[in-house]
């Protein structure tokens, strides 16, 4: 079982849709996929369920439905992580649902982190629950992946979910915002990685908790919602586009980037920056689906699924299987990366 998390501390990318849309391709395709909501925005358990299910699910009776209610003991101090009841979209499909009152976790996080360094067993407790919680739901399921979704911070919530994976995706959109957002992620999550692996060294001796690597292992970024013009970005977006590989290799992999005024970047050792199209590390550059994601949202399904008698007509077929390429060729990189068999069938 490999764990990936979708991370950009910059909202409005598009990183909710992505899990979501990649979660349902592999599960179409026989890859038995957890998804795990971290944000506390819970808009990825919107996504995936009605409303009436959301008010079942956020009823406060003390049933271990939410990713809040796995922790609830652990915030009362009373006991230890709940495991989750996983809610089954379909056989291949599960979902730890996320809640709003995720958030109150944050304090109790970043209350503990320096007390790791102490030795302290429950403080242990406290940073793993994600990961264990993540470990009990994919047991139950037999999970071969499982996709985190994260809110748009550096928050502590989101320092133990990143823990928690194994690999990290890099959602971005192509604008000055988002490239930012990128310059104070990648030096966060090798501070994170180190701060972690520092921790693990002082892990109380004969202790039973399952400890996750943290490796968070950058696999690569997808630009996601540009507009295009004969299949290719307009030249505003286009500029960013052509800054984000140079940028990806100097914050998120640390390695040196040259630049001289009017010229091509180059790597430490002298060799061109590749351009987006041919960067190993660009998993993808997704098209801006337009009016598939409001028939989508209403149909309560991804916007590849869309048939006939859910508004996609005319011009939207061509669109859904474009789309749907699109996302198997993601999922394809993604999985190669993550080292799982995509598709299965």
Same mark, same amino acid.
């Given at each position: 079982m490999k764990s990936i998390a979708f991370f950009n501390n910059k909202g409005g990318v598009g990183k909710t849709s992505l899990v979501y849309h990649l979660? &349902?391709?592999?599960a179409e395709h026989g890859v038995r996929v957890l998804v795990a909501d971290l944000d506390p925005q819970a808009n990825l358990t919107a996504m995936f369920l009605d409303e009436d299910r959301?008010?079942?699910? &956020?009823?406060?009776? @003390?049933?271990?439905?939410?990713? *809040?209610?796995?922790?609830?003991?652990?915030? #009362?101090? %009373?006991?230890?992580?709940? !495991?989750?009841?996983?809610?089954?979209?379909?056989?291949?499909l599960g979902l730890i649902p996320g809640h709003l009152a995720l958030s109150r976790f944050e304090d109790l996080l970043s209350e503990n982190w320096p007390k790791c360094l102490d030795g302290q067993e429950a403080a242990f407790r406290v940073l %793993? !629950?994600?990961? +264990?919680?993540?470990?009990?739901? #994919?047991r139950e399921m037999s999970a071969d992946l499982v996709l985190i979704d994260v809110g748009p911070n550096l928050g502590a919530i989101n320092r133990s979910a990143l823990i928690a994976a194994e690999q990290v995706v890099l959602p971005l959109a192509p604008?000055?915002?988002?490239?930012? @957002?990128? $310059?104070?992620?990648?030096? %966060?999550?090798?501070?994170?990685?180190?701060? &972690?692996k520092k921790r693990v060294e002082e892990v109380p001796a004969g202790t039973s908790i399952e400890l996750p690597s943290g490796e968070m292992q950058p696999v690569g970024y997808v630009v996601m919602? *540009?507009?295009?013009?004969?299949?290719?970005p307009v030249k505003a977006y286009q500029a960013w586009v052509d800054r984000?590989?140079?940028?990806? +290799?100097?914050?998120?992999?640390?390695?040196?980037?040259? +630049?001289?005024?009017?010229?091509?970047? +180059?790597?430490?050792?002298?060799?061109?920056?590749?351009?987006?199209?041919?960067?190993?590390?660009?998993?993808?550059?997704?098209?801006?689906y337009r009016s598939l994601m409001p028939l989508?949202?209403?149909? *309560?399904?991804?916007?590849?699924?869309? $048939?006939?008698?859910?508004?996609?007509?005319?011009?939207?077929?061509? !669109?859904?299987?474009a789309c749907y390429q699109d996302f198997k060729a993601l999922a394809t $990189?993604?999985?190669? *990366?993550?080292?799982?068999?995509?598709p299965c069938r």
């Open positions: 979660a &349902w391709m592999y959301l008010v079942s699910l &956020w009823s406060d009776d @003390g049933e271990p439905r939410t990713i *809040h209610d796995c922790l609830r003991p652990l915030m #009362a101090r %009373t006991g230890d992580i709940l !495991a989750p009841v996983v809610e089954r979209l379909k056989p291949e %793993t !629950a994600f990961h +264990r919680i993540i470990l009990a739901g #994919a604008d000055l915002f988002s490239l930012q @957002g990128l $310059r104070n992620l990648g030096p %966060t999550l090798r501070e994170w990685r180190k701060g &972690w919602q *540009h507009s295009v013009r004969e299949s290719r984000v590989p140079g940028v990806y +290799r100097e914050v998120v992999l640390g390695e040196t980037v040259c +630049r001289i005024k009017g010229e091509p970047e +180059r790597d430490g050792v002298g060799q061109l920056i590749p351009s987006p199209g041919d960067d190993p590390y660009m998993l993808a550059l997704l098209r801006h989508a949202m209403d149909a *309560h399904k991804p916007m590849f699924l869309l $048939r006939a008698a859910d508004g996609a007509i005319g011009s939207h077929i061509d !669109a859904v299987r $990189r993604i999985a190669a *990366h993550a080292d799982v068999t995509f």
